[in-house]
């Protein structure tokens, strides 16, 4: 079945470091890719979004590349704030858009 | 805010008891999801209903059900509550039903069983 790997938190930053999440895939076909991310007592919001093999999600400074050949979708953002704070889900999309999620990675940045 | 709109936005109940919470999709957005968030489950996909019929079920216990409306609302009623349920659950929609759709979450409704 589909599964959605992410690396385990919290990743702590200072603000204006570097940031990368790990996420890995396990599908058959070719599934959509997604972030998601949670604020702090806040819904799930979407990040960005990848639909085929080498294309580039960005949204407010954040980026993934969909990497068929390596199975990855890694999150990463050149320069991150305080409120760039939360919890990040990658997911994968397939079949009847139904989502399977990884289990979150919290981002603490600290001023 | 994502268009996506859920109530109640925080219920306590007792086990045992019976809840409905309730999910206006986006404008327009045909299937309406389920997710339960809880700490140590993580995100689970609970059913998908695609303009008014079931599409898919997930984890969602037989003590769970839900469904979509005529006008596209849906309902998720939990019954014979136990303390395990408290989680927050959350409504999702998107245009379709196919791959690569963007699903849309609402805000959660939290509930605490006591």
């Known amino acids: 079945g589909n599964s959605v790997t992410q690396m385990e938190g919290p990743v702590t930053l200072s603000e204006e470091a570097f940031l990368t999440i790990n996420c890995t895939y396990t599908?058959?076909?070719?599934?959509?890719l997604f972030w998601y991310v949670q604020y702090p007592g806040e819904g799930l919001q979407l990040l960005l979004k990848a639909t085929k093999a080498d294309d580039k999600g960005s949204n407010k400074g954040f980026e993934a590349t969909y990497r068929k050949e390596t199975t990855s979708f890694h999150l990463e953002k050149g320069s991150v704030q305080v409120s760039d704070s939360a919890v990040y889900f990658c997911?994968?999309?397939?079949?009847?858009?139904?989502?399977?999620f990884g289990k979150g990675t919290m981002l603490l940045v600290s001023p | 805010d994502s268009g996506v709109t859920q109530t109640p936005k925080h219920l306590i109940t007792a086990t045992g008891q019976r809840v409905t919470l309730r999910c206006s999709p986006r404008?327009?957005?045909?299937?309406v999801y389920w997710y339960q968030q809880s700490l140590d489950q993580g995100l689970q996909f609970l059913i998908h209903?695609?303009?008014?019929?079931?599409?898919a079920k997930g984890n969602i216990l037989e003590r769970f059900s839900a469904q979509q409306f005529p006008d596209l609302h849906s309902e998720l009623n939990l019954s014979s509550l136990e303390l395990g349920d408290s989680a927050l659950y959350f409504c999702?929609?998107?245009?379709?039903?196919?791959?690569?759709?963007?699903?849309?979450f609402g805000e959660g409704s939290w509930l605490t069983v006591v």
């Open positions: 997911a994968l999309g397939s079949g009847y858009s139904t989502l399977t």
């Open positions: 999702a929609s998107s245009p379709g039903a196919g791959e690569g759709n963007t699903i849309y």
């Open positions: 209903y695609y303009n008014g019929e079931e599409r």
């Open positions: 599908a058959t076909g070719y599934p959509s």
């Open positions: 404008s327009g957005d045909l299937s």
